[in-house]
Antibody, heavy 121, light 109 residues
């Protein structure tokens, strides 16, 4: 059974930093691209960042580029999101999400349970 | 950037059919994926590539696409189908490759 378990969320101050982690199990982790997707009541589901299966290619939403860094350690079946220069509008539930791509399209076929990040002074 | 438009809400009686629409420019030229999200839970993929149903998803869930509109169809609606439903497309050439609709809240009367 595919499992994605996030950790690292909590309450943080604007301008601060945190690192989210995602522990993957139940599949060959090194074969899949991975994503971070966040969700707020106001903005809905918002893609944040992607990393290729090898980790050699990364991509970021414009709203987080230059502040967030996605990384992975395939030997540890782990995914990370380093979040710096936090802003109030980074507050959201952050999901670790497995990508499955075929025929020129990608879907998210498995999601973690999510971890809540709240940014407030 | 690509925009997907969904109705905010939909009410349906038990046993009836719910049709949730997702509109996007030239949507018929891409693949649409659908997710179900119940309160306090993570999204679950229920339809992918317009019409494919992942393993474990009831046959009551189906998808269709015509022109600029994709539709998630829930037949014989049950109380447990009450949830938010999101459509999604992938635009590899865009800054935001994963594009989600705002979601439709389905209420079972």
């Amino acid at each position: 059974e595919v499992q994605l378990v996030e950790s690292g969320g909590g309450l943080f101050k604007p301008g601060g930093s945190l690192r989210l982690s995602c522990a993957a199990s139940g599949f060959t982790y090194s074969s899949y691209a991975m994503n971070w997707v966040r969700q707020t009541p106001g903005r809905g589901l918002e893609w944040v960042s992607s990393i290729s299966s090898s980790g050699s290619a990364v991509n970021y939403a414009a709203s987080v580029k230059g502040r967030f860094t996605i990384s992975r350690v395939n030997a540890w079946n782990s995914l990370y999101l380093q979040m710096n220069s936090l802003r109030v509008d980074d507050s959201a539930v952050y999901y670790c999400a497995r990508a499955d791509c075929s025929g020129g399209s990608c879907r998210i076929d498995h999601w973690g349970h999510g971890t809540l990040v709240a940014v407030s002074s | 950037s690509y925009v997907l438009t969904q109705p905010p809400s939909l009410s349906v009686a038990p046993g009836r059919t719910a049709r949730i629409t997702c509109w996007g420019y030239n949507l018929g030229s891409t693949s649409v994926h659908w997710y179900q999200q119940k309160p306090g839970q993570a999204p679950v993929l229920v339809i992918s590539y317009n019409t494919d149903r992942p393993s474990g998803i009831p046959e009551r869930f189906s998808g269709s696409i015509s022109g600029n509109t994709a539709t998630l169809i829930i037949s014989r609606v049950e109380a447990g189908d009450e949830a938010d439903y999101f459509c999604q497309v992938w635009d590899g050439s865009a800054d935001h490759p994963y594009v989600f609709g705002a979601g439709t809240k389905v209420s079972v009367l």
